[in-house]
């Protein structure tokens, strides 16, 4: 089997140093893999130089997260084979529907974001400092992955990029510049795990959507696989197959493929239930079952 890699790009707010959040991501991701397929993640369990990180959050915040107040809640994670009851209750509970009907609202009509959380708002003004390009540090960031990406598809080897949250918007954005403005030649397979991406709010500022044509879209993606997980907030409007239908259409990629139905993030803190976080998606069995039937599957990326 050709020799094949993994790329992940994670999403908002500092993360710990760059090793440190490699090292527990390719944790997780191995456990979601053997919980679905134990023969594939024995295999993938060799080929962790083969599994990049794009550490572009340290560029953006200029600071770093204590990984040390996370692990507890990363091993309970990591003990636990599936979501509870209480776990898709608070996924599905009333509190969680009002918020996801006034993030639509907001969708829409973005003068009303300052009605929305503190949390919410910050989460705003970070997009809106990577869009505004400020201080060219979208631009630095989508060249973090460039520099990981480019060789890998100049010798012409499979590859499964993973963005996660606004990690989705940053290679979405990138492989616009690669296959549109570089023109560089390749495909990749692109994984979204609670990706935004559906958002008219987001849409409207990715790179090239003011375009025409087959120029609006990536051109050098094979199939893309999105998950959202119920109760997830930031994965607003997950059907990127009704999004996303233009590419199809202009044949543009093989197949977009959704999951985002009865998928559980059951990672919990000390603040409970968190539908978004990129470890519980990542051990997540679905998650697991995608990723290891791409790992086990040779295909052909000509």
Do not use: C
């Not at 510049?177 to 692109?190: I, N, P, R, W, Y």
């Not at 990129?278 to 069995?285: A, C, H, R, W």
Request: no cysteine; aromatic share 8%.
């Amino acid at each position: 089997m050709a020799t094949r890699h993994i790329i992940f790009i994670p999403g908002i707010n500092p993360k710990p140093p760059a090793d440190e959040h490699r090292a527990l991501l390719w944790r997780t991701l191995l456990e979601g893999v053997r919980r679905a397929d134990v023969a594939a993640a024995n295999n993938l369990q060799a080929h962790y130089a083969q599994f990049h990180l794009v550490s572009w959050n340290q560029l953006f915040y200029h600071e770093q997260k204590d990984i040390s107040k996370d692990m507890p809640w990363v091993e309970a994670l990591l003990g636990k084979p599936e979501a509870t009851a209480q776990d898709i209750r608070d996924a599905n509970a009333i509190k969680i529907k009002i918020n996801r009907a006034a993030l639509r609202v907001v969708d829409q009509r973005p003068f009303l974001l300052q009605l929305l959380p503190e949390r919410s708002r910050k989460m705003a003004l970070d997009l809106e400092r990577y869009f505004n390009n400020t201080d060219q540090v979208a631009s630095s960031i989508r060249d973090l992955l460039k520099q990981t990406l480019q060789p890998i598809l100049e010798k012409n080897e499979p590859v499964l990029i993973i963005g996660h949250s606004m990690g989705s918007i940053i290679a979405y954005d990138t492989l616009w510049e690669m296959s549109q403005q570089q023109a560089l030649s390749g495909k990749v397979d692109f994984m979204t795990l609670g990706s935004p991406l559906g958002m008219h709010y987001i849409q409207h500022r990715l790179l090239g959507w003011q375009s025409a044509g087959s120029g609006k879209y990536p051109s050098n993606i094979r199939k893309w696989i999105n998950v959202a997980a119920e109760g997830d907030l930031a994965a607003l409007n997950g059907n990127f197959s009704r999004s996303f239908k233009a590419m199809l259409d202009l044949r543009l990629l093989k197949s977009i493929e959704d999951h985002n139905h009865g998928v559980y993030n059951f990672f919990r803190n000390e603040d409970g239930l968190n539908s978004h976080r990129s470890s519980g998606y990542l051990v997540n069995p679905v998650v697991g079952r995608l990723i290891a039937d791409w790992w086990s599957t040779p295909e052909n990326y000509n």
